[in-house]
């Protein structure tokens, strides 16, 4: 997957980045794999011998690493939906392993994160649009035409 579509946004102490067609493994593995993590909601269709699995069916899992290796694995989960808390740090969630929220208590750390994301040649200016025109969905196209989209909605509509 190729990410296409950036969202960042502060809300009071907490910062937040969304990326479409970034995969759950994939943002696991920028975090620090030390973290210890409590996973709040897993949903999985193709689980081992369960079909749909929730969180309540997979191995305790205690810190990123784990996950990591937990995700590596397992291969291809079906992975619908998936939620954990970062002690001390933040929040990850995801929808249809495609679809990734990083929710941190720390600015830096999250620009950090999102510069290994974006997508080069054009990292800098995406990202300096980024803080500038927050809460707005962004999109680049291969020769770093910027698109802004207010919402998602508006999003969806001129991409049908």
Same mark, same amino acid.
């Given at each position: 997957?190729?990410? =296409?579509?950036?969202?960042?946004?502060?809300?009071?102490?907490? +910062?937040?980045? @969304?990326?479409?067609?970034?995969?759950?493994?994939?943002?696991? $593995? #920028?975090?620090?794999?030390?973290?210890?993590?409590?996973? %709040?909601?897993?949903?999985? %269709?193709? +689980?081992?011998?369960?079909?749909?699995? %929730?969180?309540?069916?997979?191995?305790?899992?205690?810190?990123?690493?784990?996950? %990591?290796?937990?995700?590596?694995?397992?291969?291809? #989960?079906?992975?619908?939906?998936?939620?954990?808390?970062?002690?001390? +740090?933040?929040? !990850? =969630?995801?929808?249809?392993?495609?679809?990734? =929220? #990083?929710? #941190?208590?720390?600015?830096?750390?999250?620009?950090?994160?999102?510069?290994?994301?974006?997508?080069?040649?054009?990292?800098?200016?995406?990202?300096?649009? !980024? !803080?500038?025109?927050?809460?707005? +969905?962004?999109?680049?196209?291969?020769?770093?035409?910027?698109?802004? @989209?207010?919402?998602?909605?508006?999003?969806? $509509?001129?991409?049908?």
């Amino acid at each position: 997957m190729i990410p =296409s579509l950036f969202l960042y946004k502060e809300i009071e102490d907490e +910062y937040l980045f @969304y990326v479409l067609e970034f995969s759950t493994l994939d943002c696991v $593995k #920028l975090l620090p794999q030390d973290l210890e993590i409590e996973i %709040t909601e897993f949903g999985a %269709t193709l +689980y081992k011998k369960f079909g749909f699995a %929730t969180e309540n069916n997979i191995p305790k899992l205690k810190t990123i690493q784990d996950l %990591t290796t937990f995700l590596e694995k397992e291969g291809e #989960l079906g992975l619908i939906c998936f939620e954990m808390i970062i002690n001390g +740090y933040g929040k !990850l =969630s995801s929808y249809d392993d495609g679809e990734c =929220s #990083l929710k #941190l208590n720390s600015k830096s750390e999250l620009i950090s994160i999102i510069k290994k994301i974006l997508p080069f040649p054009h990292q800098n200016k995406l990202l300096a649009h !980024l !803080l500038k025109y927050q809460n707005q +969905y962004l999109k680049a196209d291969e020769a770093g035409n910027i698109i802004n @989209y207010p919402t998602f909605d508006d999003y969806l $509509k001129a991409n049908r």
